[in-house]
């Protein structure tokens, strides 16, 4: 009975210590980042411009990528009303890597306008003085690539 009591109250203080810490650690966490008054709006206002530019960046990519497979289009209907199989294959091979060209130079012009966004967000967030808890930063690597 005596040794029922002893391991009653050993598991009982056991816990009693463990809320004590986990409790302790609670309130350091959520007290230990002090986050000066304008560094939120300042955070959010950059947020803003680098969405707003990235947005553009995704639909000139798109318009770029339409384009190319529009002229394609126009090339390869342009190259199978050629008179003689010889002419077919070249204006269906240009027609091809003339459209290559066209996405490649699209994709170039999203990834540089991508990670000019991103810089500039970077360059602005560090600006605000914010920690780097409150800003989205991390989250870089799930953006939208290109090949």
Known sequence: MI??????????SLLLVGA????????????????????LPCVAAAVATREAALATAVTTHASAISAAYSARATALAGAYAKGTNAEVRASVK???????KAVEAANKTFKTSKNAAWATFKTA???CKAPSSVTDSLNASLEVSVQ
Not at 3 to 12: H, L, P, T
Not at 20 to 39: C, H, L
Not at 94 to 100: E, G, H, K, N
Request: aromatic share 8%; net charge positive; proline share 2%.
């Open 3 to 12: 040794k029922q009591i002893v391991g009653v109250s050993m598991v009982a």
């Open 20 to 39: 004590a810490a986990f409790a302790e650690t609670d309130s350091m966490t959520s007290g230990a980042v002090r986050v000066p008054s304008t560094a």
């Open 94 to 100: 240009v027609s091809w890597s003339d459209f290559r």
């Open 125 to 127: 967030a560090k600006a």
